[in-house]
Structure formats: structure tokens, C-alpha cells
């Protein structure tokens, strides 16, 4: 089965936490990666997500290591909106 990775930055203004942090994590731009797998017998080009993954520490942050932690879409959808809210 094909599959491809997307990346998008996400945009907090604020510190957030999602479910499963231990900590809050600073306010920032993050890198999500989206793996997504075709469906196959469809009669044009459809992918569904089945993975979704933040790179910690923020974009903007200088440090010796860094983490891909897997996410629920909505959580981080729901927290983003959360943020938007609050700016």
C-alpha cells in the first residue's frame, strides 16, 4: 500500500499542553508530521491519515535533542483553537 508523510508548522501563541504531556510546552512554532496511506479502489486519489506526530521543542528553540511525539489530530486541532481563542 502506498503511503506519504506531510509537513505542516502549527502556530501556538501560548504555552499548551495535550493529552498524554507531562509538561506544558512553550509557546512556539511546531513541525507536525501527517502519515497518511492511500485507499485503494477509489476511482481518483484518496489518502486517509493514519498517524500524526509534533517534533518537540519548538521550531525556534536551540537544543542537543529533540523528540517526534505521536498525537491525536483532534487534541492538537482542539488546542490550536483553544490558543486562537485566548490571543
Known sequence: MASRTTQTV???SSAFR????????PAGDYRVDHD?????????LAWRRVGA???LPAIAIQASTQQ????NPA????????DLEQS
Not at 36 to 44: C, D, K
Not at 68 to 71: A, L
Not at 75 to 82: G, N, P, V
Open 18 to 25: 495535550l493529552p498524554g504531556f507531562d509538561a506544558p510546552q
Open 36 to 44: 497518511e496511506e492511500l485507499i485503494e479502489g477509489t476511482s481518483r
Open 68 to 71: 517526534m511525539v505521536p498525537i
Open 75 to 82: 487534541d492538537l486541532e482542539a488546542a490550536l483553537a483553544k
Open 10 to 12: 502549527v502556530h501556538f
Open 53 to 55: 506526530f509534533i517534533h
